[in-house]
């Protein structure tokens, strides 16, 4: 049979991005691109990330995935250029940039991987660091490679947002019993901020190159299951109508999707999984 419809999602040869590759959904849109026949690009400041999804790719896909893994910090705009510089040279085309990387900080677990931080004593250090990763970080991506992507006259960049750029965390779902209220840590100001920002680029970047052939969108996931203890998932599953947290698996078909020729016509929009929480 032909698959009239399903062959757009076919994205082969296709050089994707993908900043903060090493990490848990970095993993997810590199296997999107690989099932679309595409080249995952895996960018992170860290190896170790890269190298253990690149594994779990070959391991997957066959020893002859195409990955490329760079060690790069995605706050400086020079070390960008230089990366899409060398893509360019390599295979003459940037068509994808996946928005992924951030400071996610693990409030879950509780207080004893943060310290105690509350909103009133927020260190600025760290408000600097995570809008400099998560939303500096992703204007210099958008700039170096859609640079490339307007002298294509083509491109796609995904952002990466969450349930947390739409909604304000419960903070109640991070509270450890029996822990004193000035103990007890809160999901940080910085995170919503920059998840918020993240819809806000999306927008003013679909409008902006709504006439160069470049198409903006955020993906919003939301609670991926990633170990976390029992008191803590029980806690967020109530908020969910679904009942349950996200397996990182099924976000892939969306990630394809957004990123190939079958959403020509969906650009600036936020697209939502998240179980339903945020319609609650
Ligand atoms: N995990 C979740 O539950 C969840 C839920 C909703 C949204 N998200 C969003 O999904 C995205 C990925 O989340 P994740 O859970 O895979 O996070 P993760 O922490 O596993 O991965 C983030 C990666 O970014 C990299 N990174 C940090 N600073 C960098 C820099 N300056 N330059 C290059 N790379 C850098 C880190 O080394 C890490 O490998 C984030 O934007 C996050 O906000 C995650």
Redesign the pocket.
């Known amino acids: 049979m032909n698959h009239k419809y399903l062959n757009k999602m076919d994205i082969t040869d296709r050089v994707c991005v993908i ?10 849109h590199a296997e999107a691109v690989t099932e679309g026949g595409g080249i995952p690009v895996l ?4 190896d170790a ?2 190298e253990r999804n690149k594994k779990i790719l070959m391991e997957e896909y066959g020893e002859d995935v195409r990955c490329e893994c760079i060690i ?5 705009r020079e070390k960008l250029c230089e990366v899409r510089d060398n893509l360019i040279k390599k295979y003459g085309h940037v068509d994808v940039l996946i ?6 900080p ?1 409030v879950e677990g509780g207080s004893k991987n943060l310290g105690a931080i509350r909103f009133t004593n927020f260190p600025v250090d760290m408000w600097n660091q995570d809008i ?3 939303l500096t ?1 992703a204007m210099l991506c958008a700039q170096v490679f859609g640079e490339a992507m307007e002298k294509q006259g083509k491109g796609i960049v995904l952002n ?6 739409l909604i304000a965390p419960d903070q109640r779902i991070y509270r450890k019993e029996g822990v004193p209220e000035d103990q007890q840590t809160v999901k940080p100001v910085s ?1 919503s901020v ?2 918020h920002g ?1 819809i806000g680029l999306t927008k003013y970047l679909a409008i902006y190159w709504a006439d160069k052939g470049i198409r903006v969108n955020t993906l ?7 170990g976390q203890d029992e008191e803590f998932v029980a806690k967020i599953s109530n908020l969910i109508p679904l009942g349950r ?2 397996d ?1 698996d099924e976000y892939v078909c969306t990630i394809l999707y957004m990123i190939s020729d079958a959403a020509t016509y969906m650009t600036g929009s936020t697209v939502v999984l998240d179980g339903g929480r945020t319609s609650w």
């Open positions: 900043t903060g590759g090493g990490g848990l959904l970095g993993l997810k960018l992170d400041i860290v990330g890269m790069t910090d995605i706050t400086s928005n992924n990387a951030a400071n996610n693990k400099a990763v998560g970080g990466i947002s969450s349930d947390y750029g995170y920059v998840k993240m919003c996931p939301a609670s991926l299951s990633n947290m996200s990182p």
